[in-house]
């Protein structure tokens, strides 16, 4: 795939499977933010506890994806 901006050859995205603690890690030192047009928290408590019960049981789940910035944004 090419670059809009330089039109040089950039690597595509890669799948990577990351365990849920080091997600929580990066959230919490802020590493991933949520962008600002992020919809507001809908899930009930049961939705919640449904989805840990299937990390927890090594369910697949839904991929996360999100971009890859150098940048660090304002807290």
Same mark, same amino acid.
Not at 4 to 10: A, D, K, L, Y
Not at 41 to 50: A, E, K, R, S
């Given at each position: 795939?090419?670059?809009? +901006?330089?039109?040089?050859?950039?690597? !595509?995205?890669?799948? /990577?499977?990351?365990?849920?603690?080091? #997600?929580? &890690?990066? =959230?919490?030192?802020?590493?991933? +933010?949520?962008?600002?047009?992020?919809? !507001?928290?809908?899930? /009930?408590?049961?939705?919640?506890?449904? #989805?840990? &019960?299937? =990390?927890?049981?090594?369910?697949?789940?839904?991929?996360?994806?999100?971009?890859?910035?150098?940048?660090?944004?304002?807290?």
């Amino acid at each position: 795939m090419k670059s809009p +901006v330089s039109g040089r050859r950039v690597p !595509g995205p890669e799948p /990577t499977a990351v365990p849920v603690t080091r #997600l929580a &890690d990066r =959230v919490l030192c802020g590493d991933i +933010v949520l962008p600002k047009y992020q919809r !507001g928290f809908v899930w /009930t408590t049961q939705q919640i506890l449904h #989805l840990l &019960d299937s =990390v927890h049981r090594n369910y697949p789940i839904a991929a996360c994806a999100h971009p890859v910035t150098m940048r660090r944004y304002p807290r």
